[in-house]
């Protein structure tokens, strides 16, 4: 566990390991639950879909195509325990490959209506 106090922020990075330097991350969805294992009951999307949901969410420039850097302030389920658990999906894309989901950035999907 890493712990911090409410609002601080948190610096996070991913780096993909691998001796491609042709390769590119991209974050499409980062999410927060408060339980481990189950994270589709309550959660709370930071980005979601490459589109940002948190409005204390930034991106920070990297000199690297396969690191990836963000941060983030630290919150708390008010009707759980204090532990938040933050699970995100990146995607490994080739580099200036414009059809790629990489250089897609944020999808609006939206709901349809259920018709009678």
Do not use: M
């Not at 009951?41 to 879909?49: E, H, L």
């Amino acid at each position: 566990p890493y712990y911090v106090r409410i609002n601080q922020n948190l610096f996070l990075q991913a780096y993909l390991h691998s001796s491609d330097p042709n390769l590119v991350l991209f974050l499409d969805t980062c999410v927060a639950s408060p339980a481990p294992h189950n994270s589709t009951a309550v959660t709370y999307d930071i980005i979601r879909n490459g589109c940002v949901r948190d409005s204390t969410y930034a991106s920070y420039y990297s000199p690297h195509r396969h690191i990836l850097r963000f941060t983030f302030a630290a919150f708390q389920f008010v009707w759980s325990d204090p532990a938040v658990y933050l699970r995100c999906e990146l995607v490994v894309c080739r580099a200036y490959d414009y059809s790629s989901r990489c250089y897609q950035g944020c999808i609006n999907r939206h709901k349809r209506e259920a018709s009678s």
